[in-house]
């Protein structure tokens, strides 16, 4: 059984920093693709960030020197550090692994707001 556990979420305020963590297990995880996509009220699923098997990464515009994504294959964890937050950042934060695959993590609420 493939299970993705997000947590690191939280309320923080503008500017400030969080860091999500991702544990999976169920999977060849040194093997996958893992990604972080996000969901804001009203919008759609958006990939923010990823990070291939050989270490290569990719992130959406918006976050482009602000977010970081790292893994750990000997904890089957990936990371998305984020600094300088702002209040549209503000969304639901999912881990994924693989590519085109149903392995999705339940989620975990960033709210940026003073």
């Known amino acids: 059984q493939v299970q993705l556990v997000e947590s690191g979420g939280g309320l923080v305020q503008p500017g400030g920093s969080l860091r999500l963590s991702c544990a999976g297990s169920?999977?060849?995880?040194?093997?996958?693709?893992m990604g972080w996509y996000r969901q804001a009220p009203g919008k759609q699923r958006e990939l923010v960030a990823d990070?291939?098997?050989?270490?290569?990464?990719n992130y959406v515009d918006s976050v482009k020197g602000r977010f970081t994504i790292s893994r750990d294959n000997a904890k089957n964890t990936v990371y998305l550090q984020m600094n300088s937050l702002k209040p549209e950042d503000t969304a639901v934060y999912y881990c994924?692994?693989?590519?085109?695959?149903?392995?999705w993590g339940q989620g975990t609420q960033v709210t940026v707001s003073s």
């Open positions: 994924h692994a693989g590519i085109a695959t149903p392995y």
């Open positions: 990070i291939t098997v050989g270490g290569s990464t």
């Open positions: 169920g999977i060849p995880f040194s093997s996958y693709t």
